[in-house]
């Protein structure tokens, strides 16, 4: 009994790690897989972290009580979005990479599905701010990943702050790898925190082939933040041709478009 008990008070914090992990939130069938369990046993191991006001369940899945007062959207809410799409362009982002590359990779959730891309990937030389880029990439296939240091954002698990920008600066990397909030024809790129902005904007400068990563849905769309200088960049990975007024202003900027085969 004592035993069964041990068993489920470690499954319940690696619960509590994974949910971190996963900037706050995050499906029962998630934590089930990552954990290696049934559905039906994480359901009472969150019982059991409810009733001690740890967490709270929410409409299919649970939320880590610490992340209760973040009003950006919670991490793995976004990974969730257009999930399929974005792991069509995280795969061909894994295509331009080889064995021994090294590359800076952001804190968004489609740079998240890269890493996941790149798993297979060997002797990679990774510079991260992201917790979950770390958790993917590190301990696998003798890859060296460095991490930004600072306080560690509770709704993505990302670093940011002038101890990450100084620690980007002592690195020039191959590839640098950035996820965006909305692609604008009239300002460019843009993104939802001024903190992302000033880190993106260091590592690109840092970087040989600037590569952005985004879904059509962000065509169109406006945040409010606009990355500096828009010919930092090289390549926009997507989903769909943009339009002609979006394609003029990467045109302008000497910036690519690359579609994944269909």
């Given at each position: 009994?004592?035993?069964?008990?041990?068993?489920?008070?470690?499954?319940?914090?690696?619960?509590?790690?994974?949910?971190?992990?996963?900037?706050?939130?995050?499906?029962?069938?998630?934590?089930?897989?990552?954990?290696?369990?049934?559905?039906?046993?994480?359901?009472?191991?969150?019982?059991?972290?409810a009733a001690r006001s740890l967490v709270r369940k929410v409409h299919g899945g649970v939320l880590l009580a610490e992340s209760l007062t973040v009003t950006e959207q919670p991490f793995q809410l976004r990974m969730d979005q257009n999930s399929g799409i974005k792991q069509r362009l995280a795969q061909k982002v894994a295509e331009t990479i080889v064995d021994g590359d090294s590359l800076f990779l952001d804190i968004g959730s489609t740079t998240a599905y890269v890493a996941m891309a790149l798993r297979n990937h060997k002797n990679l030389y990774i510079v991260t701010n992201s917790l979950a880029v770390s958790h993917a990439l590190?301990?696998?296939?003798?890859?060296?990943?460095?991490?930004?240091?600072?306080?560690?954002?509770?709704?993505?698990?990302?670093?940011?702050?002038?101890?990450?920008i100084n620690f980007i600066r002592r690195f020039n990397v191959r590839y640098a790898v950035f996820s965006i909030g909305a692609i604008n024809a009239d300002i460019g790129f843009?993104?939802?925190?001024?903190?992302?902005?000033?880190l993106s904007h260091e590592a690109a400068a840092r970087a040989q082939t600037r590569i952005i990563v985004a879904d059509s849905g962000k065509f169109g769309q406006r945040a409010p933040i606009a990355v500096a200088d828009q010919s930092q960049f090289d390549i926009l990975i997507t989903d769909q041709v943009p339009g002609d007024d979006i394609a003029a202003m990467l045109a302008e900027n000497s910036i690519s478009t690359v579609l994944p085969e269909a």
């Open positions: 009994m004592q035993e069964v008990m041990d068993t489920s008070n470690q499954r319940e914090q690696e619960i509590l790690r994974e949910l971190r992990l996963a900037g706050g939130l995050s499906r029962v069938s998630f934590l089930a897989n990552r954990l290696g369990v049934s559905d039906e046993t994480i359901r009472r191991n969150i019982k059991s972290l590190a301990t696998r296939n003798n890859n060296r990943v460095f991490f930004a240091g600072g306080e560690l954002r509770p709704h993505d698990g990302g670093s940011f702050g002038l101890n990450a843009m993104l939802h925190d001024i903190q992302e902005a000033d």
